[in-house]
């Protein structure tokens, strides 16, 4: 075992998973996280309302399971996110099916690149039309990574391959915007972590996902409202021109002057 494998076994990791009524794949989803080929510490699977049984399958599955009364995908997020006690939290949402090697990938590469603190990865469709899934997920985080790196100035993060350090969460806990269900939990998040942490796509993250955005038109329009909404509730602090600037004088006079000790 290298020494990068080592390193990455001695790290503890927190998993969380927000859901709301979606008991099959979230049943599909442990599974996949039990098939791990690195151990997980702990699974928070935070309960954001359930009708269904889905806090049952993961009780059964010997998740940890929590409640968040607040209705929304940010607050239950930003609730697991508490909670976890990993010096890496992953996150993924209940339809996704991560590959064996997810945890151990982002584990290794944590160790390899000190100076990362968040990876994001991809995904891939794992139903609907089988001759679309390719094109669709390329054209769908594409278009995501287009249209929101002029608004941050640097690469977003994709909730549903999602991993960064324990001291990034709690450096931006009070910042999100969790009381506000209407937000885009992974863009705010990027707009939040992006301008004094360094965010970095891992390839090696392999993550597979329900087709579900694309089921109807009003799925995929609410997910649009969300995106254009959080852009616009950081503005005018995060206007794209003010937040440019903002991000080269941050990383070419704040940044290393803090790297030499020095009081700015």
């Not at 995908?73 to 006690?85: N, T």
């Amino acid at each position: 075992m290298n020494s990068a494998r080592l390193a990455a076994e001695k790290a503890r990791v927190s998993v969380v998973i927000p859901v709301k009524d979606d008991s099959v794949a979230l049943a599909r989803c442990l599974r996949a996280l039990k098939k791990q080929t690195r151990n997980i510490d702990e699974i928070i699977v935070v309960d954001n309302g359930s009708s269904d049984s889905s806090a049952n399958v993961a009780t059964a599955a010997g998740a940890t399971v929590v409640t968040c009364e607040e209705p929304g995908i940010p607050a239950a997020s930003a609730h697991g996110y508490d909670l976890a006690s990993g010096d890496f939290i992953l996150r993924l949402d209940a339809d996704c099916v991560p590959s064996g090697i997810w945890v151990q990938s982002i584990c290794e590469a944590f160790v390899r690149r000190p100076d990362v603190a968040v990876f994001t990865g991809g995904a891939r469709f794992i139903d609907g039309p089988k001759a679309l899934r390719g094109p669709i997920a390329v054209a769908y985080l594409a278009s995501y990574v287009a249209t929101t790196l002029p608004a941050l100035g640097h690469l977003p993060v994709f909730g549903s391959n999602l991993a960064m350090r324990r001291e990034v969460w709690r450096s931006a806990r009070f910042k999100v915007h969790r009381h506000d269900q209407h937000v885009h939990d992974d863009l705010d998040l990027a707009f939040h972590i992006g301008e004094r942490y360094r965010i970095r796509y891992l390839a090696d993250a392999s993550m597979g996902m329900s087709m579900r955005p694309f089921n109807s038109a009003r799925s995929f329009a609410l997910r649009m409202y969300r995106g254009f909404r959080t852009v616009l509730i950081h503005w005018p602090a995060d206007f794209a021109p003010v937040r440019w600037v903002k991000l080269v004088l941050y990383r070419t006079v704040v940044a290393p002057r803090r790297q030499k000790g020095t009081d700015i």
